[in-house]
C-alpha cells in the first residue's frame, strides 16, 4: 500500500472501514459536493486492490478551492499526466484543475461565457465545454456555447507558468443559432441529453422529446455533420470499454427517462469512401443495443467509471447510521460495482454480420460482477457528481 500523504484542502484524516472487497487494478476518484454547501466540492479516492489480504479505502485526498455551484467535471489526459477539471458554474464560472499525483490544484482559465452544468468531453489532450442548455437571453450559457481547452503543451495555468485560453469552436446545428425576432422572444427549450466519442468524432443529441437526430463533431476537421435521422438512444454519457463498444443508461421503453438499468452499445461511423468524379460522402453512425440483465433495477442515475477493456462500474453513494448506545455515527458510504464484459467476441460477431446465424448466438450481455463497499467517518451528507479510474 502506498504510503500516507497530507491531505489537500479541507481534507480530513478518516477512519475506514470495508464490507466487501473486489479487484480494481486502478483507484477511482470520486468528485462529491456536500448536499449543505454545493460549491464545497471533495476529491474521494477509493484505494486499487490487488488481491490478498490488503482491503480497500475511501478517503478524501483534496477540497476543491474556488469552485462553484454546477461545476461539471472531466478527466483530462495528455503525454504531460492526467488530471481532474472542473468548469462552469456560475457568473464567475472558470476552470479549476486537480493533479491526483501531486494534490496540487491550479486555477485554469475562464470559459468565453459562463456556463452552467456544461457537457464535458475529454480527448486527444483537449477538453471540450458544451453549453448543457444553451440560451439566447443572458445572463448565462449564451454564445460562445462549444469551446476546447488544450492540456497538450501541460497544465493551462498561469500557476505552471503556461496560459492558454479557451478556444471557441462552431455549436451543434440543432442549437438555437438562427432565430428570427419571434423565436426570439420564445426562444425554444434545448438541452444535450447524450454524448459520446466515436474515433474522431463528437457525438451529440438533444432531449428525447425533441426528435432532430444525432449530430457529430470532427475534432480535426472542426466540422458538424448529421449522422444519423433519430435520437441516440441513451441518456448522459456512454462512457468507452474499448473498441466500438460502450456502457451507458438507455431510455426506458415508452419512455423519454433512464430506465435503472445499464446496456452495452455497439457504435461505428462508416465513412463512404470518395471517388474521382464525387467527394467524400456524409458519413453514418451504426449503432446497436444489448441490454446488461445483472444491472436491472440497480442503477438509480446514469454514473459510470470505465475501468479499462470491457470493463466498467457503476457507483452509488449514501449515508449509514451506526447507533452505538445514544449517538449515532454518520458514515459516508459508498458503494462499486465492477461488471466485466465475458463474451465480447460474440457482440462484435453479432453487430459485424447480420445474418440468421449470427443473431443467434447471442441472447444478452455476460458479464462477472464485483462489488466492493466503503464506509468513511465525518463525511456523511455528500451526493457524487464524477468518477473516474486514473
Not at 474521494?44 to 461539471?72: F, I, Q, Y
Not at 446496456?263 to 462508416?270: A, D, E, N, P
Not at 457507483?315 to 455515527?329: E, Q, T
Request: glycine letters at 8%.
Amino acid at each position: 500500500m502506498a504510503p500516507k500523504r497530507k491531505p489537500g484542502d479541507g481534507a480530513t484524516p478518516l477512519d475506514d472501514t470495508t464490507e466487501s472487497s473486489s479487484e480494481f487494478a486502478k483507484p477511482v476518484y470520486l468528485v462529491a459536493a456536500r448536499e449543505d454547501d454545493p460549491a464545497a466540492y471533495s476529491v474521494l479516492k477509493v484505494d486499487a486492490v490487488a488481491g490478498g489480504d490488503e482491503r480497500p479505502r475511501v478517503h478524501t485526498v483534496a477540497g476543491l478551492p474556488r469552485a462553484e455551484p454546477g461545476m461539471s467535471f472531466v478527466a483530462a489526459h495528455s503525454k504531460h499526466g492526467s488530471w481532474i477539471v472542473g468548469v462552469g458554474g456560475g457568473l464567475r464560472a472558470g476552470t479549476i484543475i486537480f493533479d491526483p499525483r501531486t494534490l496540487k490544484t491550479f486555477q485554469g482559465p475562464r470559459l468565453g461565457y459562463p456556463k452552467h452544468k456544461p457537457v464535458l468531453i475529454s480527448h486527444g489532450g483537449e477538453v471540450y465545454a458544451i453549453s448543457g442548455c444553451p440560451r439566447v437571453v443572458r445572463p448565462i450559457d449564451c454564445q460562445p456555447w462549444f469551446e476546447s481547452l488544450s492540456f497538450n503543451k501541460g497544465v493551462p495555468s498561469k500557476d505552471s507558468g503556461l496560459w492558454v485560453s479557451w478556444s471557441h469552436l462552431p455549436p451543434p446545428p440543432f442549437f438555437p443559432c438562427f432565430l428570427d425576432p419571434y423565436e426570439f422572444r420564445n426562444p425554444p427549450e434545448i438541452s444535450v441529453s447524450s454524448y459520446a466519442v466515436v474515433g474522431s468524432y463528437i457525438l451529440l443529441s438533444p432531449q428525447p422529446e425533441l426528435v432532430v437526430g444525432t449530430y457529430a463533431f470532427h475534432m480535426v476537421n472542426k466540422t458538424w455533420e448529421k449522422i444519423h435521422d433519430k435520437n441516440l438512444t441513451f441518456v448522459g454519457q456512454a462512457v468507452p470499454l474499448g473498441g466500438s463498444l460502450f456502457a451507458a443508461c438507455p431510455i426506458a421503453n415508452n419512455s423519454i427517462t433512464a430506465s435503472a438499468s445499464a446496456s452495452v452499445f455497439y457504435m461505428s461511423i462508416k465513412v463512404p469512401s470518395s471517388t474521382p468524379v464525387a467527394a467524400v460522402g456524409t458519413p453514418s453512425l451504426s449503432i446497436q443495443e444489448f441490454k446488461v440483465v445483472a444491472s436491472e433495477d440497480k442503477i438509480p442515475r446514469p454514473l459510470f467509471c470505465p475501468l479499462g477493456k470491457d470493463s466498467f462500474c457503476f457507483i452509488r453513494l449514501g449515508s449509514s447510521c451506526r447507533r452505538k448506545s445514544r449517538k449515532a455515527l454518520q458514515r459516508l458510504r459508498v458503494s462499486l460495482t465492477a461488471l466485466s464484459i465475458e463474451n465480447t467476441e460474440a457482440i462484435m460477431t453479432h453487430c459485424q454480420y447480420q445474418d440468421a446465424k449470427a443473431k443467434d448466438l447471442l441472447a444478452a450481455v455476460q458479464v462477472k460482477e464485483q462489488s466492493h463497499t466503503c464506509k468513511s467517518k465525518g463525511l456523511s451528507g455528500m451526493s457524487v457528481v464524477a468518477a473516474f479510474s486514473i
